[in-house]
């Protein structure tokens, strides 16, 4: 169902200064900016290898404004993934009980859907866009958690995942 790691999301107070930091450090491209009102947010996008980040700017109340507010700064939001099937994944998300949003043609999970919490995921439809400055392409993400195989177990379930890659087989 997901295929890679595709972007992510970066929650910052100034999001077009960090952006541009980027784009500075690591030839980033940018590609657009639009106002997400699923998050409460503004946005910028950039691309960076062949993987998107997103900065987003709390523009209002919402889940980014209450990131911000909890985290005093800012940070990591929320991991991004590709789908080559993205109906199937809306329906199986549905299907599971996962209370997603959807806007601009993206899929918001929010970071109750995976045992263990605080795991936020935003999922987007398979494109291929050119590759864009010194990286290459966004490898892997880290969830901490305090029980990982049944964190392993949920992300597998939740997202339709190998088990033999995540550890729980």
Do not use: C, Y
Not at 113 to 135: C, E, I, K
């Amino acid at each position: 169902m997901l295929t890679h790691i595709d972007r992510v999301q970066i929650v910052t107070s100034d999001r077009s200064a960090v952006a541009q930091q980027w784009s500075t450090l690591l030839g980033a491209a940018h590609l657009r900016d639009d106002r997400l009102k699923t998050l409460g947010a503004t946005r910028t996008v950039i691309r960076v290898g062949t993987a998107e980040v997103e900065f987003l700017q709390p523009d209002g109340a919402g889940v980014v404004a209450d990131f911000m507010e909890e985290s005093g700064r800012g940070g990591l939001f929320a991991a991004g993934f590709a789908t080559n099937d993205f109906a199937a994944t809306r329906a199986h998300l549905s299907a599971r009980g996962v209370a997603v949003a959807e806007e601009a043609g993206q899929l918001f999970i929010p970071n109750t859907a995976v045992s263990g919490g605080g795991f936020r995921a935003v999922v987007t439809a398979q494109s291929d866009g050119p590759r864009a400055g010194l990286m290459t392409r966004l490898h892997e993400v880290t969830f901490l958690t305090p029980d990982p195989q049944k964190s392993a177990a949920s992300l597998v379930e939740t997202f339709q995942l190998s088990k033999e890659n995540f550890g729980t087989a």
